[in-house]
Antibody, heavy 119, light 110 residues
Framework: QVQLVESGGGVVQSGRSLRLSCAASGFAFGTYAMHWVRQAPGKGLEWVAFISYDGNKRFYGDSVKGRFTISRDNSENTLYVQMDSLRPADSAVYYC????????????WGQGALVTVSS | QSALTQPPSVSGSPGQSVTISCTGTSSDVGSTNRVAWYQQSSGTAPKLVIYEVGSRPSGVPDRFSGSKSGNTASLTISGLQAEDAADYYCSSYSTRRAHVFGTGTKVTVL
């Protein structure tokens, strides 16, 4: 079955960097678009970033543009997000999410990785 | 990217129907069939229940249905069951090549 397992979360100081990873299995990772979606404690869902199946297209939400970088390694079935210049408002559970194409619904979700940015 | 607007909460008794609205703009909900709905039970990751306005993934009960009119999409849960109590979020792909989520609706089964 499809599995998406995030890692790399933790507590980091404001202004510092953190990289999350997502190990994928149970499906043809290299043919799927992938996204990061986050959810601040007690708040709603927010789309963060998208990467195409081949890594050639990447789009970002306005709140992270210029600070976050999404990438993937299809040989390792792994998705990444490099988060720089972190702010307290970036504190959230970060979900690794799959979608067939750029505009498709998010069909599978990981369990999430908690990132806490302290001021 | 402004969030789509949903009612904060809806409630119904077992067996009743409830409908959740999701209002966007002509740049998102009004311009695409890429509208989806997600169910999130407490402490768990969201789960896709409706995609492309009204299609159900395999395994989702047929009491869940979706529709759209203009800039507003709707999710209806018919024959409400206790296990349907959760938060529900709509989402839409937008003309800005971004996804936008709704504000979320808490469904309570009385």
């Amino acid at each position: 079955q499809v599995q998406l397992v995030e890692s790399g979360g933790g507590v980091v100081q404001s202004g510092r960097s953190l990289r999350l990873s997502c190990a994928a299995s149970g499906f043809a990772f290299g043919t799927y678009a992938m996204h990061w979606v986050r959810q601040a404690p007690g708040k709603g869902l927010e789309w963060v970033a998208f990467i195409s199946y081949d890594g050639n297209k990447r789009f970002y939400g306005d709140s992270v543009k210029g600070r976050f970088t999404i990438s993937r390694d299809n040989s390792e079935n792994t998705l990444y997000v490099q988060m720089d210049s972190l702010r307290p408002a970036d504190s959230a559970v970060y979900y690794c999410v799959s979608g067939l194409t750029e505009d498709s619904a998010f069909d599978h979700w990981g369990q999430g990785a908690l990132v806490t940015v302290s001021s | 990217q402004s969030a789509l607007t949903q009612p904060p909460s809806v409630s119904g008794s077992p067996g009743q129907s409830v409908t959740i609205s999701c209002t966007g703009t002509s740049s998102d909900v009004g311009s695409t069939n890429r509208v989806a709905w997600y169910q999130q039970s407490s402490g768990t990751a969201p789960k896709l229940v409706i995609y492309e306005v009204g299609s159900r993934p395999s395994g989702v009960p047929d009491r869940f249905s979706g529709s759209k009119s203009g800039n507003t999409a709707s999710l209806t849960i018919s024959g409400l069951q206790a296990e349907d109590a959760a938060d529900y979020y709509c989402s839409s792909y937008s003309t800005r090549r971004a996804h936008v989520f709704g504000t979320g609706t808490k469904v309570t089964v009385l």
